[in-house]
T-cell receptor, first 112, second 111 residues
Framework: NAGVTQTPKFQVLKTGQSMTLQCAQD?????MSWYRQDPGMGLRLIHY???????DQGEVPNGYNVSRSTTEDFPLRLLSAAPSQTSVYFC???????????FGPGTRLTVT | SQKIEQNSEALNIQEGKTATLTCNYT??????LQWYRQDPGRGPVFLLL?????KEKRKERLKVTFDTTLKQSLFHITASQPADSATYLC??????????FGPGTRLSVLP
């Protein structure tokens, strides 16, 4: 099993550009989430999904969109990048029966 | 507002000693509390979960305590090794299955 994979690993964007961060898992997990991690702050939840076709907002959803068309994939879209979105982004998944989250390796995003 | 604090940003200890990390929270009633390990440039890795009605949980050299009256969890690593050097995150989970993470404590175990 590859677990949770994320691409790209690094990305630099200019203000106003859009992009999609990819996340995939091969563990057949129902729950998937996107977090951002900033220095001195805990992981903050952006969006999450409890199954294909179902998504909901987390703590900091503004400026981001998600969709979940399959169990495996959960892409995160930045609509118009802003410097405040410079961060490390983590995707995580888990089954509905446990609270153990499996995290991907992260995407380091810089917006200039 | 809800707040989670971890005792210090960084903690240095000598190899072989017991490392104790603290997680304090306010304005929150978690059903579960978790600890994760995060190495530089990597995603967090789950270590332990303790339920609100459990006082203590152990796994090999790791021990977690949970005091819902004090709103505090302690995370102990006994016989610490340089390989235990990492950032440790605590996370609260409520009955709505929402996760809230603390900022982490960076542990350095010196040989």
């Amino acid at each position: 099993n590859a677990g949770v994979t994320q691409t790209p690993k690094f990305q630099v964007l200019k203000t106003g550009q859009s992009m999609t961060l990819q996340c995939a898992q091969d563990m057949n997990h129902e729950y998937m989430s996107w977090y951002r991690q900033d220095p001195g702050m805990g992981l903050r939840l952006i969006h999450y999904s409890v199954g294909a076709g179902i998504t909901d907002q987390g703590e900091v959803p503004n400026g981001y969109n998600v969709s979940r068309s399959t169990t495996e994939d959960f892409p995160l879209r930045l609509l118009s990048a802003a410097p405040s979105q410079t961060s490390v982004y983590f995707c995580a998944s888990r089954t509905s029966g446990t609270y153990e989250q499996y995290f991907g390796p992260g995407t380091r995003l810089t917006v200039t | 507002s809800q707040k989670i604090e971890q005792n210090s940003e960084a903690l240095n200890i000598q190899e072989g000693k017991t490392a104790t990390l603290t997680c304090n929270y306010t304005n929150y009633s978690p059903a579960y509390l978790q600890w994760y390990r995060q190495d530089p440039g990597r995603g967090p890795v789950f270590l332990l979960l303790i339920r609100e009605n459990e006082k203590e949980k152990r796994k090999e050299r790791l021990k977690v305590t949970f005091d819902t009256t004090l709103k505090q969890s302690l995370f102990h690593i006994t016989a610490s090794q340089p390989a235990d050097s990492a950032t440790y995150l605590c996370a609260l989970v409520n009955y709505g299955q929402n996760f809230v993470f603390g900022p982490g404590t960076r542990l350095s175990v010196l040989p």
